[in-house]
């Protein structure tokens, strides 16, 4: 089992990247538009149009996840910081990724341990993203299905969400470069969503955890100061 902490290096690359993401999201779209144009052409054979509008198609799914990945994340001017109840925005983002993981053939389960009345400071839509990027991940992971285990506990200073897949595991490389911009190792992957996620922790002057074992799964334990 391989563990690492999440580097503060990394993290000071985020303020650098909001360029750089409109720039990824508006490649996709002008691809996207130039396939569009040319299955409108007279001269384009109708196999060919509906080539060209798979691909437009795929283009646009590319830009919505680069969105899905950052965008709360990228609205800075909109930061707030409020009292939140640590389980309800869990189940809030369990509830939002429900659906993925039915069709993934994934079961989530939440526990608690003496977490009722507990808050942590910070913003509700970061903190949310932050937990949804990693629990897709870990559907992810498990291309046959699987559990996905989520598990939060409570002291009087401070609360540990564990989040556990049964997936395919990384590699040390892979832990050393995860959080890294664009590191992903997906077809489809935008290799933001893990970098969002750890920024947002460091914001909330929380940390992450990761453990994996290639062949059997992944955990992450996030910590943060209870309000
Ligand atoms: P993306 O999901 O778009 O690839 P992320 O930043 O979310 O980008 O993740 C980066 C990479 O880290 C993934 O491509 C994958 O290789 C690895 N990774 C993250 N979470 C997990 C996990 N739970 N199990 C296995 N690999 C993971
Ligand atoms: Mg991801």
Do not use: W
Request: neutral net charge; proline residues 2%; charged residues 20%.
């Amino acid at each position: 089992v391989l563990q690492k902490l999440m580097k503060a290096d990394k993290l000071e690359i985020v303020s650098h990247l909001a360029a750089s993401i409109s720039h990824e999201v508006r490649n996709p779209l002008t691809v996207s538009r130039g396939f569009m144009q040319l299955s409108a052409l007279e001269s384009v054979s109708s196999h060919m149009k509906n080539k060209y509008i798979e691909t437009a198609i795929q283009e646009l799914d590319r830009a919505a996840e680069i969105i899905n990945d950052y965008l709360m994340f990228a609205k800075p001017a909109l930061e707030k910081n409020e009292k939140l109840s640590v389980l309800e925005e869990v189940h809030h983002s369990v509830n939002v990724i429900t659906p993925l993981a039915n069709m993934n053939n994934v079961k989530i389960s939440v526990t608690e341990l003496n977490c009722e009345k507990h808050m942590i400071l910070g913003d509700a839509k970061k903190f949310q993203q932050c937990i949804i990027n990693i629990l897709k991940n870990g559907i992810e992971s498990m291309s046959n299905g699987g559990q996905l285990r989520i598990n939060i506990s409570c002291t009087n200073n401070s609360i540990d969400i564990g989040i556990r897949d049964q997936g395919k595991g990384m590699s040390e490389e892979q832990i050393n470069r995860l959080g890294e911009p664009y590191f992903t190792t997906k077809e489809k992957g935008t290799g933001l969503g893990m970098m969002v996620s750890f920024s947002i922790i460091k914001g909330m002057n929380g940390i992450i955890n990761v453990s994996s074992e290639q062949g059997k799964g992944t955990s992450f334990t996030i910590k943060l100061p209870a309000s």
